[in-house]
């Protein structure tokens, strides 16, 4: 699909389907239009379509709800364009004008969102279906605004593009996406935006005292990697380092997960995914910020080599863990990673990783749990989650179930010793590898509920979301 922005009035144009964003009260609508509406219980609420005939120019007029003006949020621009786009494709038109809606109340925010939700309206995973009808395309959309709002577009299109890479990376089942196809993808991106690259094999993980991703690698014939890429501007304001978890497929290793929990797995790769879909967009973008992409990626399977409950390894920065369950991997490569990251002695860290079902438990699917002890970092990605619409909230790294991660036999264990505050617990065992005098402030985000969704909701098709790449980028570019 091809997207361009012009100046042009849409009443000039032609086209299969016309898309007009509708307040409710219909001010901007004739008289009869709006009364042909109201006949189809359309009042412009927000989530609102209807379809109708259209006239010579445009075959096909989509009229989509935005809500009471006073009160549009970015999202609800985002969710209407999305709306837009899927009623285009559900009548198999090929061209589609999309008037520039939100302006009026939220000026260049509206414009971003309406691309992003164009974009991440119009994806879906049909690789692999060989089926005409389910293939079908809209060829090319035409977006018309005012000229002062074009710039504010296209950062829209190139974050929801950039969501899109990681969805369709974290959509590709095991057999396909490996560490080590995880690190040629990394490669090529860094080919692409001129970006230094550093994959890790067997060899340089031992040299850099890798245990975590060593140990968990092991028990999978597709070998483990360590992902660095750098992004080094001229001259940066800030250094970030960004964590992504890169489990290709997690079977729960010699604790296989039941067949209802394995399912969806090759979806534990979604952090991994989210820092290549941000590193892409920072390719674009080029913030003055120097960025650091950190991917320990692994697939964690049973196996005669596979490690066990009740193995002891001793990491890098001198900590001990003891194994207690092969499927809390996520937090043992991610360790390698923080305890290199904090090297880097960055002005800000975040990882990101489909870490537990207990925050799923917690938040619910449409919800990432955000940890930091950073009043002022957890303010910005809160305030940017609630505009791009990636939901965040924040959890507490509570010391009192510090506890509960002692190890018996070692400094720490990788499972609490309940099941109760099982987010927090994996959170406060993240803790222990960031080393908090070389890194000035940490943030960790658990996405396990809405990285894959089970089902189609607000912009998002079932699947891959992309989250939380568009905050991320955000979070960057204003750094
Ligand atoms: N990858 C899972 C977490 C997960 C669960 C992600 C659901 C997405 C959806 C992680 O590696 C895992 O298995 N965690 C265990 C930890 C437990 C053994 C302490 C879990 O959450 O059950
Ligand atoms: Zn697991
Ligand atoms: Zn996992």
């Not at 490569?333 to 990783?353: K, N, Q």
């Not at 109760?420 to 994996?426: D, E, S």
Request: hydrophobic share 40%.
């Amino acid at each position: 699909m091809k997207i361009t922005y012009t100046h042009e009035l849409p009443a000039n144009k032609k086209a299969d389907a016309l898309v007009i964003g509708v307040y409710e009260g219909m001010k901007n609508l004739t008289k009869e239009e709006a009364l042909q509406l109201k006949n189809l219980n359309f009042s412009g609420k927000v989530r609102e379509v209807v379809t109708l005939p259209g006239t010579e120019n445009f075959k096909t007029l989509i009229y989509v709800g935005l809500g009471k003006k006073s009160e549009l949020k970015s999202d609800t621009v985002r969710l209407a364009a999305a709306k837009g786009v899927k009623s285009a494709k559900k009548v198999k038109a090929k061209k589609v004008v999309f008037e520039l809606f939100g302006v009026d109340k939220l000026k260049e925010k509206a414009a971003k969102a309406v691309a992003e939700g164009i974009v991440l309206g119009n994806y879906q995973f049909k690789k692999y279906k060989s089926g005409k009808e389910e293939k079908f395309e809209i060829e090319k959309i035409t977006v018309a605004g005012e000229k002062e709002y074009e710039k504010e577009f296209e950062t829209g299109y190139i974050l929801a593009e950039a969501a899109n890479f990681t969805r369709n990376i974290v959509n590709e089942p095991g057999n396909v996406v490996t560490p080590e196809k995880l690190a040629e993808i990394a490669e090529e991106i860094s080919e692409e935006y001129s970006f230094k690259c550093k994959v890790f094999k067997e060899k340089d993980l031992e040299k850099n005292q890798m245990v975590g991703i060593l140990t968990v690698g092991r028990g999978s014939k597709n070998p483990p990697r360590f992902i660095h890429i750098t992004y080094k501007p001229k001259n940066p304001k800030k250094r970030i380092v960004l964590v992504g978890k890169g489990v290709t497929f997690d079977s729960g290793g010699l604790n296989i997960k039941p067949e209802q929990f394995m399912k969806t797995m090759k979806s534990d790769k979604a952090g991994a995914c989210a820092v290549l879909g941000i590193m892409k967009a920072i390719g674009q973008l080029k913030p003055d910020v120097e960025v650091h992409a950190l991917i320990p990626t692994v697939e964690n399977m049973p196996d005669g080599k596979a490690y066990r409950p009740d193995d002891i390894i001793v990491y890098k920065n001198g900590k001990s863990v003891e194994i207690h369950s092969t499927d809390a991997e996520g937090r043992l490569i991610l360790a390698d990673a923080l305890i290199y990251g904090s090297e880097l002695e960055p002005d800000v860290m975040i990882d990101m990783a489909t870490l537990t079902g207990a925050c799923v438990v917690a938040l619910g699917h449409y919800t990432s749990g955000l940890f930091t002890e950073d009043d002022k970092l957890a303010t910005a990605l809160l305030k940017l989650s609630s505009e791009t619409g990636e939901k965040m909230w924040r959890m507490p790294l509570d010391e009192d179930l510090k506890e509960d991660i002692k190890g018996t036999y070692s400094d720490l264990q990788n499972v609490g010793k309940t099941r109760y505050g099982g987010a927090i617990t994996a959170a406060l065992f993240l803790r222990n590898f960031v080393d908090s005098k070389k890194v000035k402030s940490w943030a960790h985000i658990d996405i396990a509920g809405p990285a894959f969704l089970d089902k189609e909701w607000k912009y998002y098709s079932a699947g891959a979301s992309g989250q939380p790449v568009r905050t991320i980028v955000e979070f960057i570019v204003e750094s």
